[in-house]
Structure formats: structure tokens, C-alpha cells
T-cell receptor
Framework: DGGITQSPKYLFRKEGQNVTLSCEQN?????MYWYRQDPGQGLRLIYY???????QKGDIAEGYSVSREKKESFPLTVTSAQKNPTAFYLC??????????????FGDGTRLSIL | GQNIDQPTEMTATEGAIVQINCTYQ??????LFWYQQHAGEAPTFLSY????GLEEKGRFSSFLSRSKGYSYLLLKELQMKDSASYLC?????????????FGTGTQLKVEL
């Protein structure tokens, strides 16, 4: 079954600690995205990648880092510089830029909390 | 930049019809998407509009007017399971491929 897998479902971070959220897709999509969702707010774009070995900052990239070494994988690291990391993190993927009507498909999310 | 407005909450009765509006101001326009999101779950794709007019998919329809910067999602024959947040998202000509800007979502509550 094709889809997007995010892990873990729940994650706790200690002060000063970096944590990494996993996102894997087997949809053969070129583009992948990371969003953050806070209560009462829409999805805000953290980082996105249109192709392997390339990625761009979204609207709220400070305190986060990503890598795109493989087409299937787009891990997100929440660094200690991110002072308010408690949120619901969603990973998405979509077909490449030449397929304009294709929607983004989302994983089930990771809920990150501070200990 | 992009700005998207949706009502925060709506309430409707089972079996009725509800219309959820979305207005947007963008530096460019290259399509509008509607997603459904149940609490604590992933958003799921409902519809896509890029040309003016109505797109119908079963109980769900979506309308777009590019000149007015306006879209709506119409849900017919409401069911209890339609209680969810409905997200409007716009893609602009930012050079970012399929990059979307999302509204804050409309929380729909369906009552008996």
C-alpha cells in the first residue's frame, strides 16, 4: 500500500536536546514538505524539498533543519534553538512541479511535547 | 504574500447542506485545494479548483471565482462523520513548485 509514514507518533523533548522526526514515502513523489500545526492555527510550512539533495526554507524554518539524501526520506530535526517546539508536525509529499493539479498527501503526524 | 480567510467555526444539522467560504489575496494564483482534517489526524484531500466554476464530487462540491478571490466548499446530506476541520489552501506562483499556503481551517460541527 502506498503512503507516507511518520514516526514516532508521540515524542518528548528535554530542554537543550535535538530530536529528529522521521518521514518516509513510497509514492515515488519528488516533492516533500514539513508543516507545523498549532491549536487554532493553520498549517505553517517549515521546509520543503522539490528534489533529492535540495531543499528550501519555508515560512518558519528557524530552529529546524532537514536533509534529503534519498527520494523516499525527508527527516526533520527540531534543534534546541527552537524555543517553542510543542506542536503537531505533519509531513507531506506530492508529484513534481510539472503535475500542477496533484494534491499533497499527508502522513499521520508526530505530536512533539516538551518535558 | 498570501492571505487566506475562513470562518473559524460553523454548526449544521445532520441531513442539511452547509457552505464553507474561503477568501484569499495572493501575489499569484495557481490553484486552490480543500482538505478535511479530523481531530488529531492527517488532512485528507477533498477537491481542487484552478478554473472558475463548480467541481462536483459526490456529496462535496467546490466553487472558485478567481476575479473575486473566493471559493466555497459545499457539503450536502450532512452526516455526523462530516464533523471535522476544513482547510482551504492556495498555491501561488512563488517558484516553489507545489507549495501551498493554508488558511486556519473551519471547524464544522454536525448536530442531530
Amino acid at each position: 500500500d502506498g503512503g507516507i509514514t511518520q514516526s514516532p507518533k508521540y515524542l518528548f523533548r528535554k530542554e537543550g536536546q535535538n530530536v529528529t522526526l522521521s518521514c518516509e514515502q513510497n509514492l515515488n513523489h519528488d516533492a516533500m514538505y514539513w508543516y507545523r500545526q498549532d491549536p487554532g492555527q493553520g498549517l505553517r510550512l517549515i521546509y520543503y524539498s522539490q528534489i533529492v539533495n535540495d531543499f528550501q526554507k519555508g515560512d518558519i524554518a528557524e530552529g529546524y533543519s532537514v536533509s534529503r539524501e534519498k527520494k523516499e526520506s525527508f527527516p526533520l530535526t527540531v534543534t534546541s534553538a527552537q524555543k517553542n517546539p510543542t506542536a503537531f508536525y505533519l509531513c507531506a509529499s506530492s508529484a513534481g512541479t510539472g503535475v500542477s493539479n496533484q494534491p499533497q498527501h499527508f502522513g499521520d503526524g508526530t505530536r512533539l511535547s516538551i518535558l | 504574500g498570501q492571505n487566506i480567510d475562513q470562518p473559524t467555526e460553523m454548526t449544521a444539522t445532520e441531513g442539511a447542506i452547509v457552505q464553507i467560504n474561503c477568501t484569499y489575496q495572493t501575489s499569484g494564483f495557481n490553484g486552490l485545494f480543500w482538505y478535511q482534517q479530523h481531530a488529531g489526524e492527517a488532512p485528507t484531500f477533498l477537491s481542487y479548483n484552478v478554473l472558475d466554476g463548480l467541481e462536483e464530487k459526490g456529496r462535496f462540491s467546490s466553487f472558485l471565482s478567481r476575479s473575486k478571490g473566493y471559493s466555497y466548499l459545499l457539503l450536502k446530506e450532512l452526516q455526523m462523520k462530516d464533523s471535522a476541520s476544513y482547510l482551504c489552501a492556495v498555491r501561488g506562483f512563488t517558484g516553489g513548485g507545489n507549495k501551498l499556503t493554508f488558511g486556519t481551517g473551519t471547524q464544522l460541527k454536525v448536530e442531530l
